[in-house]
């Protein structure tokens, strides 16, 4: 019997330490499972977009974009939930701590109570207690896939019809699962919901793409055709209407789509040579003369419009009458312009002897000692002017020299020296 009733005050203080502390702690409440969902979506999506990036589905723009827009989305949610939480727990904390000042009285009285009327004390000593271990996922809470995630998303969508916010993060969700034709139908709701806006059209293009195999042609042309109309500086845009319109065979069109996008991802260099790939393709289906007449007419980017201006530097170089007597007319006289940083390889270069001095030359590209060090290829360089004793480039102890920095190469600027330096 004393057997009996140790077991049982035992019993009676487990099931107070499996029912009371909770009751102390604040309430967990009960978006928490929602807000395990967005985060597990957003993380999923995330993903998705470094996929698309690294494949060169979107640009580093497009990507920089909708992942900013995601974090906002999800940020603004996850506050909602947390402030209704926190004023959850607020309100119901007070009421927890006499809960559970009630239950911890109640439960050993109830106990003795209910066995004194259906229990056998003089069978006591013969019964086997087991224990049972009851499983919990992390923090108590159970654990959660996606496609759960999924249904309790589309369950609370049933229930608030008109959250933007809950449709958005289902289509991002849709869109990870492959779920393309699921993606565009809430899409479809978001839009009804809060308007034609330009990224919510683009993913709703992209969806409808995607449950036609990649194609934007379809169902996707009428929504890209309304993109361009909203926003036809877009990259994103340019890129998905000229790709739909080399689907369609019209490279044409392509082609002054692509053209325009180009100058626009100048500081983005990998996105800028995928599509130049896009580019060399569509212009392989057209006649020279044809290409030629659009190229004429699409905007330049900067390295394009760097490579077709004329570089040049007019340098007029005399010495100093100071210095006259240090100079024999024989010495060497070297005048070129290097790149302010980098390889010291001069990018134009003239030789001539002391005696010619004063003197006027050009540098330019004709003068570069390798095709890619030459003037063009840089905007500003650092020009000189030496006279050397030994006949070598490069000013060394008793030459005379002079230089200037920075010259633009492409200001047709007349640069006058002055050698009135001695190293």
């Known amino acids: 019997m004393t057997s009996f009733i140790l077991i049982a005050i035992v019993l009676v203080a487990l099931a107070l330490l499996f029912v009371v502390p909770p009751l102390l ?6 978006t928490d499972q929602y807000d395990d969902l967005n985060v597990e979506i957003a993380k999923d999506r995330l993903k998705e977009l470094k996929v698309q990036r690294d494949a060169g589905e979107i640009t580093e723009t497009v990507y920089q974009q909708m992942h900013d827009e995601l974090e906002s989305v999800l940020a603004i949610d996850l506050s909602n939930q947390a402030m209704s939480a926190n004023a959850q727990s607020a309100t119901a904390a007070p009421k927890s701590k006499v809960t559970a000042i009630l239950v911890a009285l109640f439960i050993p009285v109830l106990a003795a109570f209910v066995y004194a009327q259906l229990g056998d004390f003089n069978a006591a000593t013969g019964v086997a207690v087991k224990s049972v271990e009851i499983p919990a996922g992390e923090d108590g809470r159970p654990q959660m896939t996606i496609e759960e995630a999924i249904t309790k998303l589309e369950e609370r969508l049933e229930a608030e019809p008109e959250n933007p916010d809950g449709w958005f993060m289902l289509a991002k969700t849709y869109m990870s699962t492959q ?3 699921k993606s565009a139908d809430a899409y479809e709701k978001v839009i009804a919901l809060v308007g034609e806006d330009v990224q ?8 409808l793409a995607m449950s036609e195999g990649g194609k934007l042609t379809g169902k996707a042309k009428p929504v890209v055709d309304k993109i361009m109309k909203l926003a036809p500086d877009s990259p994103t845009v340019l890129w998905m209407a000229g790709t739909a319109e080399s689907q369609q065979g019209n490279f044409k069109q392509a082609l002054i789509f692509w053209y325009k996008l180009n100058p626009m991802l100048d500081a983005e260099p990998k996105a800028q040579r995928q599509l130049s790939q896009l580019i060399q393709g ?3 289906q057209l006649g020279a003369d044809l290409v030629a007449e659009l190229k004429a007419a699409a905007p330049k980017s900067k390295a394009q419009s760097v490579a077709e201006s004329k570089a040049q530097i007019i340098v007029t170089v005399d010495l100093d009458p100071a210095l006259k007597d240090k100079v024999n007319p024989t010495d060497t006289l070297f005048i070129f312009a290097k790149a302010l940083q980098g390889p010291p390889m001069p990018l134009a270069a003239v030789k001539l002897t002391a005696d010619a001095l004063p003197i006027t030359v050009t540098l330019d590209d004709s003068m570069a000692m390798m095709p890619q060090m030459s003037l063009s290829k ?4 650092k020009v000189s002017a030496v006279i050397s004793k030994s006949g070598q480039p490069g000013a060394k ?3 005379l020299f002079v230089e200037l920095s920075p010259v633009n190469v492409f200001s047709a600027e007349k640069v006058s020296l002055l050698i009135n330096q001695v190293k």
Not at 25 to 30: E, F, M
Not at 200 to 207: C, F, S
């Open 25 to 30: 702690r604040k309430n967990q409440p009960i």
């Open 179 to 181: 779920q393309f034709q």
């Open 200 to 207: 919510l059209l683009l993913g709703y293009a992209d969806a």
């Open 282 to 284: 569509a212009e392989s």
């Open 378 to 381: 840089f905007e500003n360089v």
């Open 397 to 399: 102890p008793g030459d």
